[in-house]
């Protein structure tokens, strides 16, 4: 372990990435009833913030963006060094306390905290979590230089950008904004730029298991869903992720009787796996709504067109609850949704074969088969109880269900409170009515490791993104609308103030403070 601090030695870390997203159909109306959402967190109104803050640190993002996709932090190897190195220098720069912490050669977290100035001290502190690791672009053939950041028309280009440079820079422009501001914080504010997410997540992994005194926390905002726009670039509904699938792999093992493929034998290793996989493959885990999946169809059906919109609208209202022959859901309503593979999988555990192994020439006969399952399991379901089932099953004993790696996981954060309710305020303050879904990615987040760990984290990417831009991630030509900086920026920046911000702070004198300091 290797710790790198700047000129002050106090400082917090916290960690966080970014991942995937539930993806939502194009064919979306906004819905017709105005929702108002109150909380107790905060008594200012954030409309007395004069919006011409935010030109200065949007123009300051764009060049960190540049900085950020030129560092090539590519996973692997990662190199997440290069991109810290240019975090920290805006840090500096701020006047901002920051510590690096190295957890692997050339792999490094950078953590920067602004000290809570108010209030009564009782408040734990808010992180604001961001991976700066990104996949690869090699051979995808790219219109743009994929690690040059480059304006076409309306948007910019560049790998990472919205998974999830685009956040981390946000937070970071959000965390200097508040300095600059000398803003009132009843509770520590904490900046999170983490590696390896793309990988397993071994950055918050390690400051989780080294540094837990660093990050502790009583809420986190992360990346997992984001504000969702048109093509026209209309703000349509606001996604919340509060919860992810469990990832797990299971690698069957079969053996069998070797010798020459001209002398076929009856115990042939690679039939019998094929066999179990078929089982496997033919097999569905139960139907089963939980919380925040009710409540997704619930939210959902009142902004879609129908039969889409009834289907969810008797979804929501069902028992939820597959039972042996008695679905609890209406037929009718199933065939409508499942149409849709990314709803269906919200709607069970799924398991599914990936990979085969066998063989050593093609003139020999195998003596073992390997094949590896990948499941995406409920968040309230054990591990254990699914192996069971798929042995159940494959009803094989000379079949062997291995657990493969464990790749975390943690309980869905709370659907209701203050944080929740907080950021439904602040949403519709910045982005007018428009509707809020709580989500469940089917993917995974670095939030499974904070949810674990007893830290409620909430998935919100600040920079808002249509379905078309949404596609791009890790894939050709990855983009954000150049629009969405200054909209993402003042949203987060309403947002962290909302959250952390002491109720009697002034947000008229905060604005003037900051023009009076702006260059």
């Not at 950020?68 to 997440?80: S, Y």
């Not at 209406?330 to 919200?346: F, G, I, Q, R, Y």
């Not at 890790?474 to 954000?480: K, N, S, T």
Request: glycine share 8%; net charge neutral; aromatic share 6%.
């Amino acid at each position: 372990m290797k710790i790198v601090p700047n000129s002050s030695s106090r400082l917090v870390t916290i960690a966080l990435s970014f991942g995937l997203f539930i993806q939502f159909s194009s064919n979306l109306a906004l819905a017709d009833q105005k929702r108002k959402v109150g909380s107790n967190q905060t008594s200012n109104s954030l409309s007395a913030i004069d919006p011409t803050i935010y030109a200065s640190p949007t123009k300051s993002m764009q060049t960190l963006l540049s900085d950020l996709v030129a560092a090539d932090t590519t996973n692997p190897p990662g190199n997440e060094a290069r991109a810290v190195a240019v975090g920290a220098a805006r840090l500096k720069e701020a006047g901002i306390d920051y510590k690096i912490i190295e957890f692997a050669p050339g792999r490094q977290n950078l953590v920067a905290r602004l000290k809570k100035n108010s209030g009564d001290g009782r408040e734990q502190p808010l992180l604001l979590l961001a991976h700066i690791d990104v996949v690869s672009a090699d051979k995808q053939p790219w219109s743009t230089p994929p690690h040059q950041l480059t304006q076409k028309g309306e948007y910019l280009y560049g790998r990472g950008l919205a998974d999830d440079l685009g956040s981390a820079g946000t937070a970071l422009e959000t965390l200097i904004l508040l300095k600059k501001t000398n803003a009132k914080l009843k509770r520590d504010v904490i900046l999170a730029w983490t590696g390896d997410e793309e990988a397993g997540g071994a950055g918050i992994k390690f400051l989780l298991k080294h540094h837990r005194s660093l990050i502790d926390a009583g809420v986190a905002l992360n990346e997992g869903d984001f504000i969702r726009l048109d093509e026209y670039g209309k703000p349509l509904f606001a996604g919340m992720q509060v919860a992810e699938k469990v990832y797990q792999d299971f690698e069957l093992i079969t053996k069998g009787q070797t010798g020459h493929a001209s002398i076929p034998v009856t115990d042939n290793a690679i039939y019998r796996l094929s066999k179990a996989l078929d089982r496997v493959g033919q097999f569905q885990f139960p139907r089963r709504l939980i919380p925040v999946t009710r409540a997704y169809f619930t939210e959902r059906a009142k902004i879609e067109q129908a039969p889409l919109s009834d289907a969810m609208k008797q979804l929501s209202e069902s028992t939820g609850q597959e039972v042996g022959k008695n679905s609890g859901f209406p037929p009718d309503a199933l065939k409508v949704v499942e149409t849709n593979p990314h709803l269906a999988a919200l709607l069970r555990t799924t398991c599914v074969a990936t990979q085969f192994n066998s063989g050593t020439n093609p003139n020999a006969l195998p003596a073992e088969a390997r094949a590896n399952i990948n499941c995406r399991i409920l968040p309230d379901e054990k591990i254990q109880s699914v192996k069971e089932q798929l042995e159940k099953v494959i009803d094989d004993p000379q079949v062997e269900v291995q657990l493969a790696g464990k790749f975390g996981h943690g309980p869905a954060s709370p659907l209701t409170g203050d944080t929740p309710e907080v950021i439904r305020k602040v949403i519709h303050e910045v982005f007018a009515d428009i509707p809020i879904i709580p989500s469940m990615s089917t993917g995974a987040t670095d939030s499974r490791y904070l949810r674990a760990a007893g830290i409620p984290a909430y998935g919100i990417n600040p920079v808002p993104l249509a379905e078309e831009d949404a596609r791009r991630f890790h894939g050709i030509d990855e983009r954000l609308p150049k629009s969405s900086l200054k909209r993402g920026i003042e949203f987060f920046h309403r947002l962290v103030l909302a959250l952390a911000g002491a109720p009697n702070q002034s947000l008229a004198e905060t604005t003037n403070t900051s023009t009076n300091n702006s260059n």
